[in-house]
């Protein structure tokens, strides 16, 4: 016989320990860059742009759409941090169990 009240604990655990973790996460920053360096960007873990840095060496007239490249290939690699940040952390909170590709946490 299934014992609904424990599962109905384990679930109430499960999900203070997902709210944790979504809390935390949004207080994480993770940086992308391009270039080698050169350019980088810093998104929490919500995906919002916090940072951006661009070496002056970059910066010319001429090169604007490389610029505009850089700055895609840069977020883009900050916020696959993010990605991979939340996964792991949504693991840890629920203790592996898999959500079914729910997109947590935000």
Do not use: C, W
Not at 3 to 32: F, H, P
Not at 47 to 52: A, W
């Amino acid at each position: 016989m299934l014992n609904i009240q424990g599962l109905m604990k384990q679930a109430q655990v499960m999900q203070k320990r997902m709210q944790e973790e979504q809390e935390k996460l949004a207080n994480t920053e993770v940086t992308g860059s391009a270039a080698n360096g050169l350019l980088s960007i810093t998104l929490n873990g919500k995906s919002e742009m916090k940072k951006i840095s661009i070496d002056k060496t970059l910066v010319s007239a001429d090169d604007v759409e490389m610029l505009e490249d850089l700055f895609l290939v840069a977020y883009n690699d900050a916020h696959n941090k993010v990605e991979t940040l939340a996964e792991e952390s949504m693991k840890s909170a629920t203790g592996g169990v898999n959500l079914g590709g729910l997109k947590l946490p935000f």
